[in-house]
């Protein structure tokens, strides 16, 4: 089954402090991870993807395939990251790109 | 451009009422996706279209739920008979030939 675990429902640091989101999945082939990210107010918007090995706004996210993690990093966090974030799979699984999303963490960043 | 827009942003609905929930996506995007959002949850896969045909629905949870996008373009989910456990923000997503998906604000729904 595929899911997607994100075991930090809040997590509160300071301005330029580094942050760290978890993500772990399970998936039984080889999935796509995304981080997606929903700002106050604000539709759901793409982070960044594991394929594109981009870092989007000084954040980066690894894929660890024996961990099957996926945890998204930036060294220096700022008070605009403050929103919400999903980490998400797709697995392309009988055409269906659908996307199977964690519970989503809530990152603070504090003055 | 403009995004993937939805319509209501908000509907309340009386229990046992019908409603129908509104996407338009992005112009010449192939995929539509819907998706269920409940309070605290991150978003759950409802169904899926690409073009006109609606290749997943493994995700609606119950036959109270029926999505159409007949033409290939703007997408309708219609939820029969309301209860009060469909409380959640809708969600539509729109995608060109590929991976990425572009979401909608969603429609809040609250049935009373």
């Known amino acids: 089954a595929q899911r997607v675990t994100q075991p930090e429902k809040l997590l509160s640091v300071f301005k330029g402090a580094p942050v760290e989101l978890k993500c772990n999945y399970s998936?039984?082939?080889?999935?796509?991870l995304f981080w997606y990210v929903q700002y106050s107010r604000q539709r759901l918007q793409l982070l960044l993807r594991h394929i594109s090995r981009e870092s989007i706004k000084g954040f980066t996210a690894d894929l660890n395939k024996g961990e099957t993690s996926f945890h998204l990093k930036k060294p220096f966090a700022q008070e605009e990251d403050s929103a919400m974030y999903y980490c998400?799979?797709?697995?392309?699984?009988?055409?269906?790109?659908?996307?199977?999303f964690g519970k989503g963490t809530k990152l603070t960043v504090n003055p | 451009g403009a995004g993937v827009s939805q319509s209501p942003r908000y509907k309340v609905a009386k229990r046992g009422q019908d409603v129908a929930l509104r996407c338009d996506p992005i112009?010449?995007?192939?995929?539509l996706f819907w998706y269920q959002q409940a309070l605290g949850q991150g978003p759950e896969f409802l169904t899926y279209?690409?073009?006109?045909?609606?290749?997943?629905k493994s995700g609606l949870p119950s036959d109270r739920f029926f999505a159409e996008r007949p033409e290939g373009s703007v997408s309708t989910l219609k939820i029969q008979r309301t209860q009060q456990e469909d409380s959640a923000v809708y969600l539509c997503?729109?995608?060109?030939?590929?991976?990425?998906?572009?979401f909608g604000p969603g429609t809040r729904l609250t049935v009373l």
């Open positions: 998400a799979l797709s697995g392309n699984q009988g055409g269906s790109e659908k996307l199977v």
């Open positions: 997503a729109s995608s060109p030939q590929g991976i990425r998906q572009f």
């Open positions: 998936y039984s082939g080889s999935p796509e």
């Open positions: 112009s010449g995007h192939v995929s």
């Open positions: 279209f690409q073009n006109e045909a609606q290749l997943d």
